[in-house]
């Protein structure tokens, strides 16, 4: 393969990122055509390439080497199980699913067909997490010992004009806490290199207009000993807490880092703070299309394309996205049963282990 031929199926807000991505910052790919949604033939006229309105229409043509999923979660496995049975390789937006059973069916549906399958884990391409996951591999804060993870953010937002994706707290979609908690239990994994052993936390929302999946209070063990506590939130008043969205603090044997997903990274030097690290400044909600934002967009697409010409392994998998999401599945079974959940998760025929019980693994509560 000299070029990768690519299809965008969604055309929302992510598949016009996705576009800009392919055809103006990434190189060794050629964007063929687009498919699904009502903006769809406006995209692939804005972008001088085909729509082709049904899925299966654009999994038949010789002339598409891959495919990049920006649609509702709900539909992911499907849309990849369908992809790997025509020969495509998938790079697909988190979450990977809304549940572990289909993650594996996923996972196994690209094996069987010698395909690639991506999840896109775009914290670990930000600036400032990927500074300061070289900060942790250099030794300079020694051995993590903590983590704590905010990400807090106002209830108003996801009633505003510019909140682009409202059917994530669909139920059938899995909710908040699946849509950022992907992103958030991806990224300790990313930053401590580790895999979680064992989870406790509770996911609720008080808001009756909606369904449990707005916040969550969680605490994760990690096999080498490090602990991390994530408390994210989409219900809090305005103005909410200063500086909250995304920040990371880590604690090692021998300093502290802080980091802001769109701010800065310090790091701890002599007993003293020092910043290291800034993302240039750019408005998150409005300029969608800044090199500043689509920076770690095109950082993972470029990689996918690479992957597929140098015939190696993506930097995020397949597991990887389903780790998260198994990290996400044992928070709503933790709310459920009052207890910590251990994972990986034993597989039994009807669901998983829990206290000698099996539980349904589709158990993202209605």
């Known amino acids: 393969m000299k070029i990768v031929r690519m ?34 033939p406006k995209l692939a006229s804005d972008f001088e390439i085909e729509f082709i309105p049904e899925y299966t229409h654009m999994l038949e043509r010789d002339d598409i080497d891959a495919v990049l999923l920006a649609t509702p979660h709900s539909v992911h496995a499907e849309q990849t199980i369908l992809a790997a049975k025509f020969g495509k390789h998938v790079l697909l937006e988190k979450p990977m699913m809304t549940n572990v059973a289909d993650c594996d069916a996923m996972i196994d549906s690209c094996k069987k067909a010698n395909v690639q399958l991506s999840v896109i884990q ?40 510019n909140w682009n994706k409202p059917w994530v707290d669909a139920v059938e979609n899995g909710g908040f806490i699946l849509d950022r908690g992907a992103h958030s239990f991806d990224l300790l994994r990313f930053l401590t290199n580790d895999n979680a052993t064992k989870i406790f936390g509770t996911v609720n929302s008080y ?10 209070m969680v605490q994760v063990y990690f096999s080498r000993g490090i602990t991390a506590q994530v408390w994210m939130s ?3 008043p305005d103005p909410g807490f200063p500086n909250t969205n995304d920040v990371v603090r880590i604690w090692g044997e021998k300093g502290l880092i802080q980091a ?3 701010g800065k ?3 701890t030097k002599d007993g003293k703070w020092e910043d290291v690290w800034e993302m240039p400044k750019f408005d998150p909600m409005g300029e969608d299309f800044s090199a ?12 996918f394309v690479d992957s597929l010409l140098q015939n190696r392994p993506p930097s995020v998998t397949g597991e990887d996205g389903r780790a998260a999401i198994e990290m996400v599945e044992a928070c709503h079974l933790s709310t459920l049963t009052g207890g910590s959940v251990s994972i990986p998760f034993p597989k039994t025929k009807g669901g998983f282990q829990f206290d000698g019980a099996t539980v349904p693994r589709n158990i993202i509560p209605g």
């Open 265 to 267: 990274l310090s790091v």
């Open 7 to 40: 299809g965008i199926v969604g055309s929302g807000h992510m598949g016009r990122t996705y576009s800009h991505c392919l055809r103006y910052h990434n190189s060794g790919v050629n964007l063929v055509a687009i498919s699904g949604g009502s903006r769809g």
């Open 122 to 161: 775009t914290l670990r391409y930000r600036g400032v997490f990927r500074n300061a996951k070289k900060l942790i591999d250099e030794g300079v804060i020694g051995d993590i010992r903590a983590i704590q993870m905010t990400t807090l953010w106002k209830g108003s937002l996801y009633k505003s004009k």
């Open 260 to 262: 802001s997903h769109f």
């Open 234 to 236: 989409h219900e809090l």
């Open 207 to 216: 808001n009756a207009e909606t369904w449990r999946s707005m916040n969550a």
């Open 292 to 303: 500043t934002r689509l920076e770690a967009f095109h950082l993972q697409t470029q990689d």
